[in-house]
């Protein structure tokens, strides 16, 4: 891509903000990691020029962040942008209202792709805009599947309609021969056989839009945490912003599957596990994880996965102070009718410093184990604490 500037430098590029920050601040961390393509650009320069590009960004349209910061976002458009579109955005943004639109842009190399744009303007307390932040979403496979989908519905309405004639008409005739029932009896079975097909692939489709509504309402979190002063209220919002991140994973996973009904935990645990160690800037902190290949109904996928997020957020919230190193040893393996979900430090423990809990976390994990009908220890570890979850599977 060119960029001259490695993904350690793209700390550095939020300089530019008006905002409290720092390399463990929670608001700007997610700006800058999160996996959403984002923007920021300054409405008080001439000609609104962008001002931060997260590397998410850089990665899908493969303009460096030189090319992009300091210029305006219109380096997007091509030949076939429309031009209706242009103006609407261009509208939004001069009379300050927030947009959700899907524009065609183009990439650095000329391959054009469906955007997925939302721009919000930023308010000082003074009520002045002071920023637009710009977050944006490949829809080009999506597009492609509405198209696809409009044009098989269509086909199937076609095909039934055409089908209920014959069979009105091989009714009425009922002299048909044996052999030529049996034979539409077995054409009528290879169209139930495609509309299930076209089911599965309706039920993906919904998984992948349920993804990126929950990344849409992430990045509006994080846009509304960045007027918030209260750093607890911006913790708070953090939270919500990890239980989200787990629910749009599991979306994710779901939609990339070919199984709809059955749900692989062990990839997606070490898969929530690294990304919960890696947001919380915490280098000092080793993860392990062993996690073997246990199925669970998918139904179930979506509340596990909000139970071993909370688990492993609450280890990295208490056991761990500022300044002390630990390990962190997540495991998952089958039983003979369960899954045995582990999650170990050996942190401060579950002393004076430290206890189960109390608060909607602890509320939250609780509640969703008894919905899971599964069973929840915690032990001590000498030293640490290790949190034992029976998962019934049978």
Known sequence: ????????????????????????????????????????????????????????FLGMTGYSREEAQGF???????????????????SAV??????????????????????ALYISPVHNALGEIQYFFASQLDATERKRHEVDAASL????????????????VALAASKCLVAEFDQRVRMRTKELEQALSVSNLLLHEVDHRVKNNLQMISAMLTLQSLSIPDERVKATLQEMLER???????????????????????????????????????DDIELA?????????????????LVINETITNALKHAFPVGRPG?????????????????????????????????????????????????IEWLPASPGTRVRIMLPIG
């Open 153 to 168: 519905q269509l086909h199937l309405e076609r095909l039934v309609s055409v089908r209920t004639q014959e069979l009105e």
């Open 94 to 115: 001069k009379s300050g209202e927030d947009i959700a639109i899907d524009i065609l842009n183009y990439r650095k190399d000329g391959t054009p792709f469906w955007n």
């Open 1 to 56: 891509m060119g960029d001259s500037m490695d993904k350690s430098d793209a700390w550095l590029s939020t300089d530019n903000l008006d905002l409290q920050h720092g390399q463990f601040d929670p608001i700007s961390a997610a700006i800058r990691t999160t996996r959403m393509p984002m923007i920021v650009t300054d409405p008080r320069q001439a000609d609104n020029p962008i001002i931060f590009a997260n590397d998410a």
């Open 327 to 375: 390990d962190l040893r997540v495991s998952i393996k089958p039983t003979t009718s369960a899954c045995e979900i582990a999650i170990e430090d050996n942190g401060v423990g579950m002393g004076a410093s430290r206890s189960r809990g109390t608060g909607f976390g602890q509320t939250l994990i609780e509640t969703l184990v008894r919905q899971l009908r599964a069973s």
């Open 72 to 90: 305006n976002c219109r380096f997007l458009q091509g030949p076939d942008t429309d031009p209706a579109s242009i103006e609407k955005i261009r």
């Open 244 to 282: 989200i991140e787990a629910m749009g994973l599991v979306h994710k996973r779901l939609y990339l599957s070919d199984n709809i009904r059955d749900f692989d935990l062990g990839e997606f645990t070490r898969e929530i596990a690294t990304n919960l160690v890696g947001a919380s800037g915490r």
């Open 289 to 305: 994880v062993h996690a073997e290949s246990v199925t669970i109904k998918a139904d179930d996928a979506a509340t596990i996965a």
